[in-house]
């Protein structure tokens, strides 16, 4: 910041400045005492050029912490006293024996009392010693110290361990960790929630060469089920056109409406052309209000608090017959859970490898589960023998299907396409680099 510097001339105001000013009030200002503002601002230009503002400059920039002291304190005070003549003299004649004290000492024989406890002398070797010397000596050592050289340097800097924080680990070589979920017991997509085997034993309708009785059975199900879902096709298609209809139907009278509401009032012929003002004439009666007396105030009263007891007996009425339906539907759950447990009791390890599987509704994934090959041939492709049966299904879908079904794994959509990384072109730009 640069320095402010006072006009040339002189800086004090006019002589007259205690002098009450004669003139108005619009030049007051001719006569007004700045010599405290010239002052401070001549102090913050000297402050400026010294080095900054003292009251802006922190205390560190003022003053310092002295440790060292001063030297020329240590000059300018007295060194010390010389010693007086007779400390000199008492000093020369002073004697190699000490003076003899005036205090009572007491004697050799003198005790408080107290005879000290016996302790066994050990100024003499013992024989146990003297054989561990004489072992020594004859160059057999109990625990022998090998010497061996320092692989390290003593003086040379301890390196510093890098912290975690540093460090990057590399977990390439590690070994993997299985899941959590690999723990947990899987889902089974079974209505009943068992574990069915993961090849169930065929029925005896599966048969290359089945009986008639149990292969019409199973020709005549797959029959029906083939043609409910015929008829469940063309109620959905007849559904979607009844639906297709209804929009344009409706969307027609949509229009219809449009078009009528955009006509012009004034192309229709209004009903209340030909009628007469005559309404302003007939006048409504009104009856009057009438002040409530202390009877009908209080009948009003009993009114209202019948009705509060009225509901309040409902209340009570409803609630206890919930209690009694809550009740009711506890001991039927228990009566349904008990069934249900017999009932899996009861079933065998044959029901569990059934092949008439069915779902539960809500399955695991996005996706949904695939629907089971047809497991079945016509009459005419039956065959008497398994050499000229021909092959067919696909045993990887059997077993994929299978991992579904068991809840081993979630049913995924087939991915043909899949995404790959993005890569960006660019020239390093060493070329900028310049060294001076």
């Not at 924080?165 to 690999?182: F, G, T």
């Amino acid at each position: 910041m640069p320095a402010l510097q006072p006009r040339a001339g002189p800086t004090e105001a006019p002589a007259t400045y205690k002098q009450p000013s004669r003139k108005g009030k619009k030049a007051w200002r001719k006569n007004v005492d700045v010599t405290e503002v010239t002052k401070g601002l001549d102090e913050l230009n000297e402050e400026l050029i010294k080095g900054g503002v003292i009251a802006e400059r922190a205390s560190d920039e003022l003053f310092t912490l002295d440790t060292v002291g001063d030297a020329a304190i240590t000059k300018r005070l007295p060194k010390t006293s010389k010693p007086l003549k007779a400390d000199e003299i008492i000093a020369a004649r002073n004697s190699a024996i000490p003076a003899v004290s005036m205090r009572k000492r007491p004697g050799d024989k003198t005790s408080d009392g107290i005879i000290p406890p016996k302790r066994a002398r050990r100024e003499y070797v013992t024989v146990k010693e003297l054989s561990r010397l004489r072992k020594i000596a004859d160059g057999d050592h109990e625990s022998t110290v090998e010497v061996v050289d320092a692989a390290y340097d003593p003086w040379a800097a301890v390196p510093e361990e890098p912290t975690t924080s540093d460090v990057v680990k590399d977990k390439r070589n590690d070994p993997r960790k299985a899941p959590k979920s690999l723990k947990q017991k899987s889902i089974s997509l079974i209505a009943n929630g068992k574990t069915i085997a993961a090849v169930p034993n065929p029925a005896g309708d599966y048969s290359y060469n089945p009986r008639f009785e149990d292969y019409e059975a199973r020709y005549t199900e797959e029959c029906n089920k083939a043609v409910e879902a015929e008829n469940k096709r063309l109620a959905d298609e007849e559904a979607d056109r009844l639906k297709a209809e209804a929009a344009a139907r409706s969307a027609a009278e949509a229009d219809a409406a449009e078009a009528r509401a955009e006509l012009s009032e004034w192309d229709e012929d209004s009903e209340w052309e030909g009628v007469q003002s005559g309404g302003e004439e007939l006048r409504q009666t009104v009856k009057p209000k009438k002040r409530k007396s202390p009877a009908d105030r209080n009948r009003v009263l009993r009114r209202k608090a019948e009705e509060r007891r009225l509901r309040h007996e409902a209340k009570t009425k409803t609630r206890k017959e919930q209690l009694e339906m809550i009740k009711q539907i506890a001991q039927e759950v228990a009566e349904r859970d008990q069934a249900l447990e017999a009932a899996k009791a009861e079933e065998s390890d044959a029901s569990l490898a059934s092949n008439d599987e069915k779902l539960r509704r809500k399955q695991l994934g996005r996706m949904k589960l695939p629907e089971k090959d047809l497991e079945l041939v016509l009459p005419d492709e039956l065959q008497d023998s398994l050499r000229l049966l021909k092959p067919q299904g696909n045993l990887l879908k059997d077993r994929y299907r299978s991992l579904l079904v068991r809840g081993r794994m979630e049913s995924r959509r087939r991915i043909t396409f899949r995404k790959q990384a993005r890569t960006t072109i660019t020239e390093k730009w060493t070329y900028k680099d310049f060294t001076i």
